[in-house]
């Protein structure tokens, strides 16, 4: 078990450019979380995927955020045209099943210059 | 919308000592999971404990345990014998048992060990 795996960890990006995270997590979890946590704030819900069907999204996740999970394994997280605003960092979560615990990864620290 | 409340933006305690975070939450739901979760600095936020809002006693995890007052809508968290690796910040989350699988966090306490 080698834990739930971001990449990268760490990005600067200029405004205007897209970004994609990625998360791999860990084997056999069919249910996948997308938070944003900003600095001195809790993380903050954006999506998640039961295998590979998008079940949920926060109204967090404007037009220029979208997530995908091809064949339930693996996901991606793509902001389109970033601002300052996006500056966070963005978290993944899996788990096994309903109820069950939610393991996280270590993030991915996004700056916008 | 359920909401989740820590009111304690910083905490410290002496090492081997016994310090409580709090937590209160609002939610019309009846059935519903709290939890209490660690995040060291730069390392992923790992789970410590969690409570059932149905089950009345109060969830405990070797040197971690809750106090659950569901009427009041609170939820602390005792650590004891408190050790330098216990240096975290802490957040208090819930989960709906309707189908919604969001975790709801607060805005966490940062807990200092001082040796």
């Known amino acids: 078990d080698t834990g739930v795996s971001q990449d990268p960890r760490h990005k600067i990006t200029k405004r205007g450019q897209n970004v994609t995270f990625r998360c791999d997590p860990i084997?056999?979890?069919?249910?996948l979380y997308w938070y944003r946590q900003t600095l001195g704030q809790g993380p903050e819900f954006l999506t998640y995927?039961?295998?590979?069907?998008?079940?949920?999204k926060s109204r967090l996740l404007s037009d220029r955020f979208s997530a995908e999970r091809p064949k339930g394994s693996f996901s991606t997280l793509e902001i389109q045209r970033t601002e300052q605003g996006d500056s966070a960092m963005y978290l993944c979560?899996?788990?096994?099943?309903?109820?069950?615990?939610?393991?996280f990864g270590q993030g991915t620290r996004l700056t916008v210059v | 919308a359920q909401t989740v409340t820590q009111s304690q933006p910083e905490m410290s305690v002496q090492e081997a000592e016994t310090v409580t975070l709090s937590c209160t939450y609002d939610?019309?739901?009846?059935?519903?999971?709290l939890f209490w979760y660690k995040q060291p600095p730069s390392r992923q936020m790992i789970l410590v404990i969690r409570?059932?809002?149905?089950?009345?006693q109060n969830a405990t995890e070797n040197r971690f345990s809750v106090n659950f007052q569901k009427a009041a809508k609170s939820f602390s968290l005792k650590i004891s014998d408190s050790q330098l690796g216990d240096a975290a910040m802490y957040f208090c989350?819930?989960?709906?048992?309707?189908?919604?699988?969001?975790?709801?966090f607060g805005t966490g306490t940062r807990l200092t060990i001082i040796p």
């Open positions: 979560a899996s788990s096994r099943s309903l109820n069950t615990e939610a393991f």
């Open positions: 084997s056999e979890h069919n249910r």
């Open positions: 995927f039961q295998n590979e069907a998008q079940l949920e």
């Open positions: 939610t019309s739901e009846s059935d519903y999971y």
């Open positions: 409570q059932e809002a149905y089950k009345q």
């Open positions: 989350a819930y989960r709906s048992n309707f189908g919604n699988e969001k975790l709801t």
